[in-house]
DNA sequence: GTCAATGGATTGTCCGGACAATCGGACTAC
DNA sequence: GTAGTCCGATTGTCCGGACAATCCATTGAC
């Protein structure tokens, strides 16, 4: 039952890599089964030519990923999944176009404007100091959907509304060689008002999704501070929380 | 400026954890600034008599928390933070708690029920088979703020009214051994119906925030299935999510 | 039959070293 | 002055080994 794993050493990828994908491969297209024993490391080493901390790197971060776990005295066993795919900073844009639905965005405004306190305190820059203001309709199979207010930095990357039009903030970040990193989000839902009830043509008093989220790069420092609003009768948050013991 | 770093050899708490709560504690507490340097490892590891795959151990933690990062040829940096706090599988009554908001609970139901399509499928478990429903009324200064109703594997903890007056289900999951690792959820809104409207105190359509949350075991057994009702007027969620790259 | 002691298996922790990859600054050439 | 090159510093990867801690099953005692 010992499955097909080597390394190649000539390659630039390290090895840990290596073989850490190919035991995601096997555990994802079934060849590991849930709760099957992985086999000592030792011996798993062993047959790669390779040492245990070599292996051990690999296994940890799969153990990391929540695919396998490690018990002390018995092996490492693969999960009994459901979990399988890893949390994501969710972006509305990619999640409508997984899903199938078209998206399309409609800037509203993309303008400088001095940081309010609330946006000062979010992006950690001085108060009054000036800060793109992105505002965007999004929709999905030409039906609104949400309404995205997002501010930035200035300096980090160039908003041209026309590529905002085509794709994601998230995209556009990355492309511009951010790393994000983590987000803080607070989710809530309120009634909404006439002006909004016309936008997303509903009635006044509609049940509206609410998100405000601050995004972090790699170094910690705030790139992006958004107030969303979503129709609550067409979107709703997927999400996995993860636990650090 | 070199930091006072020790670590106690006769401990039974392993090194490179003592550092890296050491390091932790002193970035918490301000002696690290962030964006400043921790010093490259090598010498780090000579200071302390500590091997240098036991120094990265440590960092590589806190690396993982999100508190330093690495940079080759550089060194190694404090994030320039706000993002501190671990994201947490938040806890509705320990959030309420640390909230000073004294929260209570009512149990409206705790018994066996045959397991619905939709929670055996949440569950893994077989349709039809007997689960546990527990159905609570969270208040927070003796108002009712959420409406809670879980589905559990049987076998698992027992469930007793008398503790869950008392305490979140959380805790007594953690109680008996149970260690939680991830959940997926599911967050939305929608308007109160005129039984929830009398429920809340509040008018019919009035606004609610809904989760569906499923949480796993480090097994990656599914331990807990939820369906929540909050009042958006009393409640936001707060959380915080990270990118695997 | 039940409970406690023993032992094998496996992961957890730690060491010391070696070389490669990458970054950033200093230096040089133009 | 500007661009390219070199070099030191630092982290990234990898090795091989040693012993401790823990789990599980078997054995033994009562």
């Known amino acids: 039952m010992s499955l097909q794993l080597s390394v190649d050493r000539s390659s630039p990828v390290p090895l840990y890599f290596q073989l850490s994908q190919q035991l995601e491969a096997a555990i994802e297209c079934g060849t590991l089964t849930p709760g099957s024993l992985l086999g ?9 030519g390779l040492s245990r901390p070599t292996v051990r790197q690999a296994i940890q971060s799969l153990v990391d990923k929540g695919l396998l776990v490690r018990r002390r005295g018995v092996g490492t066993q693969v999960v009994h999944s459901q979990v399988k795919r890893p949390l994501e900073l969710s972006s509305l844009y990619d999640d ?24 000062a305190a979010a992006l950690d820059v ?3 100091s000036e800060v793109h203001r992105v505002e965007r309709l999004r929709l999905a199979h030409g039906e609104p959907m949400a309404y995205l207010c997002n501010y930035l930095p200035t300096g980090l990357l160039d908003l041209e509304t026309e590529r905002l039009e085509a794709t994601g903030l998230y995209r556009l970040m990355r492309a511009a060689g951010i790393t994000l990193h983590s987000a803080r989000q607070s989710v809530g839902a309120r009634a909404a008002t006439p002006a909004e009830g016309e936008r997303f043509g509903e009635s006044e008093g509609a049940p509206l999704l609410t998100m405000q989220r601050t995004t972090f790069d790699d170094t910690g420092r705030a790139v992006e501070f958004g107030t969303h609003t979503y129709r609550a009768s067409r979107y709703s948050f997927e999400f996995q929380l993860l636990v650090r013991p």
Do not use: F, Y
């Not at 000592?40 to 790669?48: H, K, S």
């Open 40 to 48: 000592n490391e030792i011996d798993l080493a062993a047959r790669l």
């Open 96 to 119: 409508l176009e997984a899903a199938g639905q078209c998206p399309a965005t409609r800037v509203l405004g993309n303008t400088l404007v001095p940081a309010s306190a609330e946006v």
């Open 126 to 128: 001085p108060e009054g």
